[in-house]
């Protein structure tokens, strides 16, 4: 019972990193139906903005921890202002093909732009928060873990207030709704657009903060894998319904950590891809997604 425990947290702290990524994907497709493929790209400029300002505060400090959280998250906040100022908002009515490359295109130039400028070796990310393990009845708790878990689930509800409790949040819905009659009653798209990937650059930010806590090995591809993985989830949640995209994240990091523990520990990777591939087959609307009819 107690590994089983031990696996199920070690699982869930995955997961909560999934679904902070897939929540950037699903917001971004809410509102303009496409896949940002360069969402996973920030979530490791925003591990690199840690790395660099954790080595400038003192180390293992609380405040100095959230101060680089949140300098990790306005920083890529803004890279993703800049991307969708610069690459996807000239090509908001062309064809959807055209936006996908572009976005394939945008993910390639931050990776190696990653490696030019960061170099291409590992390194070790600072312990920028106080770091202790404990033990509970012969269960292992380590506070990076608890950290994790208690910093996306905070995000997550932040998340939910902002969507559902604020005026930002209510114009997002009804362009994702309808973006021409949300112009026509007063909405700013272009200001709505560009809040909602400056909000998801942001929770991928937070995600590559926390992979690095538990993961603390970085690099300029160490998006590529956790990012497809966050894609997956987003498509088993429900790809642009914002609880599904947190259900699956939790659901894939969980599956993901069995699976490692037990002797089919090779596949691991593959567990991800092969729930894709069922759940486009079985549901392609994903767990609380919900079945439309488009006229094309």
Not at 75 to 84: K, S
Not at 147 to 170: D, Y
Request: proline share 4%; hydrophobic share 55%; net charge positive.
């Amino acid at each position: 019972m107690t590994e089983f425990l031990q696996q199920l947290l070690n699982g869930l702290s995955l997961g909560a990193i999934y679904a902070l990524i897939a929540l950037g994907y699903t917001m971004v497709y809410g509102v303009l139906r496409f896949i940002n493929f360069a969402h996973s790209d920030i979530f490791m400029v925003g591990a690199y903005v840690g790395y660099y300002l954790g080595r400038l505060v003192p180390e293992g400090t609380l405040w100095g921890g959230i101060l680089v959280l949140l300098a990790a998250m306005l920083g890529c906040a803004l890279l993703g202002i800049v991307i969708e100022r610069l690459a996807y908002r000239p090509l908001r009515h062309a064809p959807t093909l055209n936006v996908l490359i572009t976005a394939i295109g945008v993910s390639l130039l931050l990776e190696y732009s990653g490696q030019r400028l960061f170099g291409a070796a590992s390194r070790t990310f600072p312990a920028v928060f106080p770091v202790a393990h404990f033990s509970l009845g012969g269960l292992v708790l380590s506070t990076n873990q608890l950290l994790v878990i208690i910093v996306a689930v905070l995000l997550m509800l932040g998340l939910q207030f902002v969507v559902h409790r604020t005026r930002i949040g209510t114009a997002m819905r009804a362009v994702s709704l309808n973006p021409q009659a949300a112009q026509l009653v007063g909405v700013n798209n272009d200001v709505v657009i560009t809040f909602t990937f400056g909000l998801g650059s942001a929770l991928a930010a937070a995600g590559g903060i926390l992979y690095s806590l538990n993961y603390p090995s970085i690099d300029p591809l160490m998006g590529v894998m956790p990012g497809l993985k966050a894609f997956v989830a987003a498509v088993l949640g429900g790809i642009g319904n914002l609880p599904g995209a947190a259900l699956g994240g939790l659901l894939l990091g969980t599956v993901e950590t069995f699976v490692g523990g037990s002797q089919w520990s090779t596949y691991k990777d593959a567990i991800a891809f092969t729930i894709l591939i069922a759940i486009l087959l079985f549901r392609p609307a994903g767990l609380l997604g919900r079945f439309t009819v488009e006229k094309v």
